[in-house]
């Protein structure tokens, strides 16, 4: 059973960082993509950033210049760096990953419970 944990969130003042991470953990044959996505009351899930196996990098207009997503493929985690927080930064942010349980596929997406994240004074 693969599970994905994320950790790092709490309250932080307008202006403020924090650092989220995420590892994913199980029987795990290989990750696409790993992403970070956020909800907040009454919206939609979104997506925050995503970054694939080779690196590359998506990021929402809104955090563009301010969060950054790394990996460590060998420890199965992604970061989600965020700088400059706003109050509108405020939600439950969950970690998504495009991964492969078996050597035969179909890749498989997983999702972490998420962890909140409150921007305020």
């Known amino acids: 059973q693969v599970q994905l944990v994320e950790s790092g969130g709490g309250l932080v003042q307008p202006g403020g960082s924090l650092r989220l991470s995420c590892a994913a953990s199980?029987?795990?044959?290989?990750?696409?993509?790993m992403g970070w996505y956020r909800q907040a009351p009454g919206k939609q899930r979104e997506l925050v950033a995503a970054?694939?196996?080779?690196?590359?990098?998506n990021y929402a207009d809104s955090v563009k210049g301010r969060f950054t997503i790394t990996r460590d493929n060998a420890k199965n985690t992604v970061y989600l760096q965020m700088n400059s927080l706003k109050p509108e930064d405020t939600a439950g942010y969950y970690c998504?990953?495009?991964?492969?349980?078996?050597?035969?596929?179909?890749?498989?997406?997983?999702w972490g419970r998420g962890t909140q994240v409150t921007v305020s004074s």
């Open positions: 199980g029987f795990i044959f290989s990750i696409n993509t």
């Open positions: 970054i694939t196996s080779g690196g590359s990098t």
């Open positions: 998504n990953a495009d991964l492969y349980d078996t050597a035969w596929g179909p890749a498989k997406y997983y």
